[in-house]
């Protein structure tokens, strides 16, 4: 390892990520090579954004044949690219929500869709839940249901609300605080998958009876589908498991292969209610990410990749059901949790001295892999051989 090893970084930038101590410098497929010379297995992906894989090369094609014609214009003017890509978007979710708002994050994609909630139903509560994770601007941590992260920053936006997790009896009693009928609920926010607490999901009943919930009540059932979403859980989106529509998703991390963009995707309903000036984001949709959002999309389509989640998912959770070590295996598809019987820390180093790349979580017991969609047999039986031999 180099010793200048982020010696200018640290020197210039605010400390505020816990970094592994690796220097990376290019990437291909599930590979990373680091600045001295090594090659590690990425089942981290670049937390959950590189979905084709590093420097896909129809990716990197699309994005340098944009660079080359017109990086950016705002949404002042009409785009090719912003239109194929959208076309794209929209062909991959569900026809429900096929209208779309351009964002820059995750966090972005967030805010919008809080806002738009309170703007169609003219309400303000937002309830979300606890161990969810929304974002750190404001508004979108207004809505975060970790105190670790909310409480030094208080006071927050007004009106948010949380209840645990998988809770519907604890959801109705919180909406029936909002007024008569939960009048004053504008929206219930989730993560499908709860991912940074540690890979935390529910059964088909939680899902339709907010579902139900929300019908009753007016309010907009909004899926946070930054992680799950494009191909993550072996679908393009979770919007549309268990037979349960939301009515907006929101989207960011993988969607551009690891260019920052997010969207918001909504109703027809709700896009009715849209005016000229309403939202508005100078860098959302720009040339450049667009291109690589409509080659994301074709490559996701084209290479079969969310076959192969399914297909190596399923392969994977059965080997890791197997290990000893091994208390539960959680999520789907390249979203999972492997919980051990004792600290993940531990794991992670000892896959780390054996140059793979996995992430931890809000839980100290549970290892995260997220890796690139195109992770294949070979590169999974790597990884369990390390791993059974972690003691
Ligand atoms: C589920 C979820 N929502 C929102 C966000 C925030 O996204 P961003 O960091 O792009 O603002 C994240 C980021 O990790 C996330 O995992």
Redesign the pocket.
Known sequence: MPTDLGLLEDAYQLRTYKKLPLQVVRGEGVWVYTSDGQRYLDLYGG??VVSTGHCHPRVVDAIQRQAAQMIFYSNIVYSEVRGRAAAALARAAPPELRKIFFVN??????ENAIKLARKVTGKLRVISFEG??????IG?LSATGIKKYRDQYSPLVPGHEFVPFGDLEALRRCVALTGPEGSDTAAILL?PIQ??AGVRTAGADFFRGIRKLCDEIGAMLIY?E??TGFGRTGTFFFAGRHEVMPDMV?L??GMASGL?M?AVLVTDKIAEQVKFDDLGSTFGGGPLVSAALEATVQVIEEEGLLENVIRQSDYLKTALGGLVSVEEVRGEGFLLGIKFKSEAARYQQALLQAMILTGLSGDPRVLRLLPPLSLGRAEIDRFLDVLARVN
């Open positions: 937390h959950a994050s995750g966090s972005e994609a967030n969810g994770f929304h974002g750190r601007t979108s993560e991912s940074m946070d930054i992680q929101t960011a991390k920052p997010g």
